[in-house]
């Protein structure tokens, strides 16, 4: 059974601060790893990782493979209240039938 | 741009009750799914279709039921609704094959079952 374990599930930091979330995985025949950020209501799309070592950045966050370790981080440098939010890291197998998700890493930013 | 669109935000049912979730997308994508969120847990997969006509069961479809008669639409629907189906209802979809074209998720509905 395909697996994606996150830590911290949850993590409370000042803002300004830079915070890193992991995700390791168990997925049969893997292909890619995504992040998610969920707020209020439904996840929205962060990164989509196929390749080890390559890190993908988008402004203050970016994220990194690790395809022989099994696993994913994803940082946050300089972070803001906004960032506040559930992050979700899933991973994708060989079939049809969607994502495995992790429980997710609640992060509070506090002012 | 409307993306996927699910109805109602909220729901009450008793104990019994049926009823069905609705979920549209007008992105003409092919893949679709439903997951479900209980706090704490993640998302877990209830079911999912490929393409008009085609549906199949995900990790927790036990209690659900869904269709896909058009590209467009792909209702879930509850029969004899149990309390342990008290949970957020999130719907999805993909271009392609999931990790290469990322989900795009709606809004959720939001189930309790007393």
């Known amino acids: 059974e395909d697996k994606v374990v996150q830590s911290p599930l949850s993590l409370v930091v000042h803002e300004g601060d830079t915070v890193t979330l992991n995700c390791s995985y168990e997925v049969t025949n893997f292909r890619s790893l995504l992040w998610y950020k969920q707020e209020k209501k439904a996840p929205t799309f962060l990164f989509m990782l196929t390749s080890s070592g390559i890190e993908k950045k988008s402004g203050r966050l970016s994220s990194i493979l690790d395809k022989k370790e099994l696993f994913s981080i994803l940082n946050i440098t300089a972070t803001q209240t906004g960032d506040s939010a559930i992050y979700l890291c899933a991973g994708l197998g060989g079939g049809a039938d969607g994502l495995t998700f992790g429980k997710g890493t609640h992060l509070i930013i506090q002012p | 741009n409307a993306g996927v669109t699910q109805t109602p935000k909220f729901r009450i049912l008793k104990i019994g009750q049926s009823m069905t979730l609705q979920c549209t997308q007008d992105m003409n994508h092919n893949y679709m799914y439903w997951y479900r969120q209980d706090p704490g847990m993640g998302l877990k997969l209830i079911y999912y279709?490929?393409?008009?006509?085609?549906?199949d069961k995900g990790e927790v479809p036990n209690g659900y039921n869904v269709s896909r008669s058009t590209t467009e639409d792909f209702p879930l629907r509850l029969e004899l609704a149990a309390p342990s189906q008290t949970s957020v209802y999130f719907c999805?979809?993909?271009?392609?094959?999931?990790?290469?074209?990322?989900?795009?998720f709606g809004n959720g509905t939001r189930l309790t079952v007393t």
């Open positions: 279709s490929v393409g008009a006509g085609i549906t």
């Open positions: 999805a979809s993909s271009a392609g094959v999931t990790g290469f074209s990322p989900l795009h």
